[in-house]
């Protein structure tokens, strides 16, 4: 069974350009978070959706936005980057949402800003 | 709110040897998950062990074992026999609910390393 699958793995953007990362859950899993990791800030939830309806939000700028689609496939946009956005950007999956489902995460894209 | 501590930043141990990952958390939410994830430097997290809440026994897989502790609130990670690749930053991670619902909080992380 294949993993969770995220693309692109790395990626260089400027500052005040926005970015669109993919995420395609574990077969079967409808549940599809993410995540944002820094080296100051830690692994930081942003958002979870479910049957393609956002569920939980982190407490992040609506600069960050995401949406999933009908074959739970995800996508996270971040608009008007900036140099504070450079992270690690981790998408998991789990079968349904709630808080006694094991998530499975993907490898991530590393965003650099500059 | 709901909160993961790891107290140890970075731990050594020595190779075939067992090793104990600190881990408490808070949180006023009855049902909850508690997991361990390892992260090595290519950034992907594997997933290692679960408990839930209402669970009465410990979980293990494999050579990973949870020392749960509910009333003390912690959630220790236990490592038999370390082997090189364990080496490796190890996240303990919480879900439960908070006020944005259900919510998936880390802890700032134990970094291991094995010495041969």
């Known amino acids: 069974k294949a993993g969770v699958t995220q693309t692109p793995r790395y990626l260089i953007k400027t500052r005040g350009q926005q970015v669109t990362l993919s995420c395609s859950p574990i077969s079967g899993h409808r549940s599809v978070s993410w995540y944002q990791q820094t080296p100051g800030q830690g692994l930081q939830f942003l958002f979870e959706y479910f049957s393609e309806t956002q569920r939980n939000k982190g407490n992040f700028p609506g600069r960050f936005s995401g949406r999933q689609f009908s074959n739970s496939r995800s996508e996270m946009n971040v608009s008007t980057l900036e140099l504070g956005d450079s992270a690690l950007y981790l998408c998991?999956?789990?079968?349904?949402?709630?808080?006694?489902?094991?998530?499975?995460f993907g490898e991530g894209s590393w965003l650099t800003v500059v | 709110a709901q909160k993961i501590t790891q107290t140890q930043p970075g731990m050594f141990v020595q190779e075939k040897e067992a090793v104990t990952l600190d881990c408490t958390y808070d949180?006023?939410?009855?049902?909850?998950?508690l997991f361990w994830y390892k992260q090595p430097s290519s950034g992907e997290m594997i997933f290692l062990i679960y408990?839930?809440?209402?669970?009465?026994q410990n979980a293990t897989e494999g050579r990973y074992s949870l020392n749960f502790q509910k009333a003390r609130k912690s959630a220790n990670l236990v490592i038999s026999a370390s082997q090189l690749g364990d080496s490796a930053m190890y996240f303990c991670a919480m879900r439960g609910k908070d006020n944005y619902g259900q919510n998936f909080v880390f802890g700032p992380g134990t970094r291991l390393s094995v010495l041969p």
């Open positions: 949180t006023s939410d009855p049902s909850y998950g």
């Open positions: 998991a999956s789990s079968e349904r949402t709630g808080g006694l489902n094991t998530i499975y």
């Open positions: 408990q839930g809440s209402y669970d009465q």
